[in-house]
């Protein structure tokens, strides 16, 4: 469950502008922790101040800023929302490559807030969700292949079928109570050793 209150981070060049999306904020609920005027030490302000979401005013978000975000994104993910003028695909394609999780063109209308920032963050979840599913089904497939791998080089070296080969390979990993995988890198580490 997330918080009914959100930290956020704003950021936009223009001080009046910042002043009205953090009142805007302020009426929906939620607690600005930091303004901030450009993104250049983006990532450094993420983990000093531990953000919720990051809120972006601006007329286009600059190649500087797109590389901030992206930077940040493979780091310290957290959903960020760009209010923006620019309504160009290229512009918009690359801030979702950023790992911008809402883009809302036309500027930011204080009644929109409440309600792009849950979508931004429900969207932000899913690709998280997504990224971490991904990241397992890598990780399952490097380990059968560390097995496979394993395995022929049992049934090479010992003259003996597959079936043969991962029971072998099974009890091995019981006998040094670890995972089937560490042993199959184990084996395969062994027998780089010996050639």
């Not at 080969?165 to 091995?172: D, E, H, V």
């Amino acid at each position: 469950m997330r918080p009914a209150m959100l930290k956020i981070l704003v950021i936009d060049e223009s001080r009046s502008r910042a002043g009205e999306i953090c009142a805007a904020l302020a009426l929906a609920g939620h607690q600005v922790v930091a303004v901030l005027a450009e993104s250049a030490d983006l990532s450094a302000e993420v983990a000093r101040i531990g953000p919720d979401i990051i809120l972006i005013d601006t007329e286009a978000p600059s190649r500087d800023t797109l590389e901030h975000l992206a930077a940040m994104h493979r780091d310290m993910p957290r959903p960020v929302v760009i209010f923006a003028q620019a309504s160009d695909d290229a512009t918009i394609r690359k801030a979702i490559g950023a790992g911008v999780a809402a883009y809302v063109v036309d500027g930011l209308e204080p009644g929109r807030i409440k309600p792009v920032i849950e979508v931004a963050i429900a969207r932000f979840e899913a690709h998280q969700a997504l990224r971490q599913e991904l990241s397992a089904a890598t990780q399952k497939l490097s380990e059968r292949k560390l097995v496979e791998r394993a395995k022929g080089i049992l049934m090479k070296s010992r003259g003996i079928d597959e079936e043969a080969a991962y029971a072998s390979l099974r009890r091995l990993a019981m006998d040094r109570s670890q995972p089937l995988a560490q042993t199959a890198k184990d084996v395969v580490d062994m027998a780089k050793l010996l050639l």
